[in-house]
């Protein structure tokens, strides 16, 4: 069955860094755009960056550009969120979607990321 599993969560202080992954299984992954999302507390979920299925084309959140960075490894079904300079507003919970033609979309469980001292 269809499968989005993030991990890389945890606890990291102000500017420090964390790598998210999302590995993919259950349909073809190359054939997907991958986002990652985040929701706060009592916020909307909010996309953070998103990478396109061919070519690579990269979009972010403005909250967040300069510091985050998408990327996707297709032999390997994987989409990871590089994070550096974290924030504590960066404090949410993140989750990997996939979205395919026809208005197929999937989603992860999602990770918790906090970001304090």
């Known amino acids: 069955q269809v499968q989005l599993v993030e991990s890389g969560g945890g606890l990291v202080q102000p500017g420090g860094s964390l790598r998210l992954s999302c590995a993919a299984s259950g349909f073809t992954f190359s054939n997907y755009a991958m986002s990652w999302y985040r929701q706060a507390p009592g916020k909307e979920r909010e996309l953070v960056a998103r990478?396109?299925?061919?070519?690579?084309?990269?979009n972010y959140a403005d909250s967040v550009k300069g510091r985050f960075t998408i990327s996707r490894d297709n032999a390997k079904k994987t989409v990871y969120l590089q994070m550096n300079s974290l924030k504590p507003e960066d404090t949410a919970v993140y989750y990997c979607?996939?979205?395919?033609?026809?208005?197929?979309?999937?989603w992860g469980q999602g990770t918790q990321v906090t970001v304090s001292s």
């Open positions: 990478v396109a299925k061919i070519g690579g084309s990269t």
């Open positions: 979607k996939a979205d395919g033609t026809w208005g197929v979309t999937y």
